[in-house]
């Protein structure tokens, strides 16, 4: 089991854990929303919880709860700039389809 950043993500989650100080890491979630059924939610972890997993890429802490690992074990997570639009990038090896607008994917 394992989830990574690149370094473009690792860079970025560090601008983000560097503005809140009792922040544990980046907490990796999914919620069912969106056009193809799960969308991905990045935030801070400002608490771990005793079911949380805890990956550790490119020196940063990434966090994901117990029943959120099946859809997520695996992915990379990158960071783009692409225009006026930039965010995090998901490369996920359980998602079976994913829409147009990269927000959702279906397993």
Do not use: H
Not at 30 to 52: F, H, K, W
Not at 81 to 95: I, T, V
């Amino acid at each position: 089991m394992a989830i990574t950043l690149t370094e473009k993500a690792a860079d970025r989650a560090r601008t983000y854990l560097a503005k809140k100080e009792q922040a544990e890491g980046l907490r990796l979630d999914v919620r069912n929303t969106g056009c193809s059924g799960y969308m991905y939610v990045v935030q801070l972890a400002e608490q771990i919880d005793p079911d949380d997993q805890i990956f550790e890429s490119q020196g940063v802490k990434v966090v994901v709860s117990a029943k959120n690992l099946p859809y997520l074990d695996g992915m990379e997570v990158d960071y783009a700039k692409s225009g006026l639009n930039e965010g995090f990038r998901f490369n996920n090896p359980n998602a079976k389809e994913a829409c147009g607008c990269g927000e959702s994917f279906s397993v």
